[in-house]
């Protein structure tokens, strides 16, 4: 059995990040390109047959690598903020940061599994009535 592509790379995440592709033996490269394993795992897992929609043609890979590069955006900025709520108030200005509650680094939302999934299949209208 062979590997599967990968669905997202850092240097795909950097990209979007405008920031050059860090060291490959830094530990910045090494969270990212494991952040972009984490996220590759869950698409699989929750979006159906995602390797063999793309390899048919009935799937974008582009469409695939920006759910996966955001999910690893989202991670990263989860880290950057923490996992909880935070803000400062001052009489002049007030500001709130806030991340995901919860403890999962990777996660899907809906409208990322919703944009992998297959188009609905159309049954016809109301009553649908087969010929015989």
């Given at each position: 059995m062979t590997a599967p592509l990968p669905l997202v790379t850092p240097a795909d995440v950097c990209t979007m990040l405008t920031r050059p592709v860090p060291e490959?033996?830094?530990?910045?490269y090494k969270q990212l390109a494991e952040l972009c394993v984490q996220a590759a795992a869950e698409i699989r897992a929750k979006a159906p047959a995602v390797d063999a929609r793309i390899a048919?043609?009935?799937?974008?890979?582009?469409?695939?690598r920006g759910v996966a590069v955001d999910m690893v955006l989202a991670a990263l900025e989860t880290l950057e903020l923490g996992f909880r709520s935070t803000g400062e108030r001052h009489p002049e200005i007030e500001t709130s940061q806030t991340s995901q509650s919860n403890r999962m680094l990777i996660s899907m939302t809906p409208d990322q599994l919703k944009a992998l999934m297959p188009p609905p299949v159309d049954v016809g209208g109301m009553y649908s009535v087969p010929y015989v």
């Open positions: 490959e033996t830094s530990a910045e048919a043609g009935s799937l974008s890979v582009e469409r695939v």
